[in-house]
């Protein structure tokens, strides 16, 4: 009985709020179907600049001595850590959830945009070079996001009915305490993502890279 009571509280909150997880999620879809159509829709010469020069970059960057693992996993959850707190404050501020949609999108566009191009350009190859840079992480990541982002969606959508709406009166306090703990799990979490990113994404890229980007 007692692992049924455990899941009750999870079961509740995604059965009551399961409306904003999935409007997240197809949030997140449209933004990586829009970055695939970006890539359909740049001419030959603005694909060939840009994939000479991300050809320059990884080749560049994935042989540079200076690189390590430890810088590596330093930028990576830095960088998750800003955009946690940025989703955590706008949560708060309530006027915020347009920003959290646009956030989202543009994860999502950016991720579109990146696996597109290389397949786009390098067919087969272009997606083995893209699931080895990118897929590892982000198995972890676009839900850490998507979970961040209907979480910091309930909490500013639960503090305006509180403020407009007489008979939908929670204790905010609690809420925010809970709210707090969320995004603390979900920090130590991304902390995984990012160790995957320093160093399982970054040993793959550069064994495949000489094979797949010349």
Same mark, same amino acid.
Request: aromatic share 12%; hydrophobic share 45%.
């Given at each position: 009985?007692?692992?049924?009571?455990?899941r009750k509280p999870i079961t509740t909150h995604f059965t009551k709020y399961h409306t904003i997880y999935i409007f997240t999620i197809i949030l997140f879809i449209t933004g990586i179907i829009f970055g695939a159509i970006i890539v359909n829709s740049m001419n030959f010469v603005q694909k060939t600049d840009l994939y000479f020069y991300l050809e320059r970059f990884f080749l560049s960057y994935l042989q540079e001595d200076t690189v390590t693992h430890q810088s590596l996993f330093k930028n990576a959850f830095f960088y998750h850590i800003q955009f946690l707190s940025l989703l955590f404050f706008l949560g708060i501020a309530v006027i915020g959830l347009p920003i959290i949609w646009v956030l989202l999108f543009v994860k999502g566009v950016a991720i579109g945009f990146t696996v597109g191009?290389?397949?786009?350009? &390098?067919?087969?190859?272009? &997606?083995i070079f893209s699931f080895s840079a990118i897929a590892p992480q982000n198995l972890i990541i676009i839900p850490i996001y998507i979970i961040a982002s209907s979480f910091a969606m309930i909490f500013s959508l639960t503090l305006l009915q509180s403020m407009f709406s007489k008979r939908y009166k929670q204790p905010i306090l609690q809420i925010f305490y809970r709210y707090i703990i969320v995004f603390t799990g979900l920090l130590v979490i991304v902390s995984i993502a990012a160790l995957l990113e320093s160093f399982v994404s970054f040993e793959t890229m550069r064994i495949i890279s000489d094979r797949i980007i010349k």
């Open positions: 009985m007692k692992p049924v009571k455990n191009f290389f397949v786009n350009q &390098l067919g087969l190859k272009g &997606l």
